[in-house]
T-cell receptor, first 115, second 106 residues
């Protein structure tokens, strides 16, 4: 389809394992966002890319979290040495323009459970 | 805070009634957006209101914006069970609050 695609949709990781979550934004979209959403909570901002440049990573909770978008399209969120508190839905969103209050389009999320 | 804060946290109404939820923010804005999230899904954009607009309509949705009070409201008229979802507001930096969880009982 033409929407934001995330994979895997569901991931169960053992504590201490590294995970990588992939986001395919809508083709041509400049802006890309990652959010973390715990059960019953709102999406918490993690990081923002404009093309390949990571302009804001203020929301990444620790240095175990790393995101990249090397060619300005597909992005990967990597979590090293996962812990139980990392269990959440990770949402990716993209926007055709620079982030300035423009509409963003969300994927369905990657559900991570750390056991 | 750079995010919108929604209230109430939860709202339960009967089908056919109107639902009103509010958003407050602290920074100046160019526009404000409302999003909806069905359980287990991503967020879906509902409506955007610009800072020079006071009211905007889209189908059964009515959004108001009061920049002097730094607040916005989302009204859903003639609610349906399918409107059951969480609703979020967002300003320029695309930060979200905890949302309002709306339950519409058939």
């Amino acid at each position: 389809g033409a929407g934001v695609s995330q994979s895997p949709r569901y991931k169960v990781a053992k504590r201490g394992q590294d995970v990588a979550l992939r986001c395919d934004p809508i083709s041509g979209h400049v802006s890309l966002f990652w959010y973390q959403q715990a059960l019953g909570q709102g999406p918490e901002f993690l990081t923002y890319f404009q093309n390949e440049a990571q302009l804001d990573k203020s929301g990444l909770p620790s240095d175990r979290f790393f995101a990249e978008r090397p060619e300005g399209s597909v992005s990967t969120l990597k979590i090293q040495r996962t812990q139980q508190e990392d269990s959440a839905v990770y949402l990716c969103a993209s926007s055709p323009d620079r982030a300035n209050g423009n509409t963003i389009y969300f994927g369905e999320g990657s559900w991570l459970t750390v056991v | 805070s750079q995010q919108g804060e929604e209230d109430p946290q939860a709202l339960s109404i009967q089908e056919g009634e109107n639902a009103t939820m509010n958003c407050s923010y602290k920074t100046s804005i160019n526009n404000l957006q409302w999003y909806r999230q069905n359980s287990g899904r991503g967020l879906v954009h509902l409506i955007l209101i610009r800072s020079n607009e006071r009211e905007k309509h889209s189908g059964r949705l009515r959004v108001t914006l009061d920049t002097s009070k730094k607040s916005s409201s989302l009204l859903i008229t003639a609610s349906r069970a399918a409107d059951t979802a969480s609703y979020f507001c967002a300003t320029a930096l695309m930060r979200f609050g905890a949302g309002t969880r709306l339950t519409v009982k058939p």
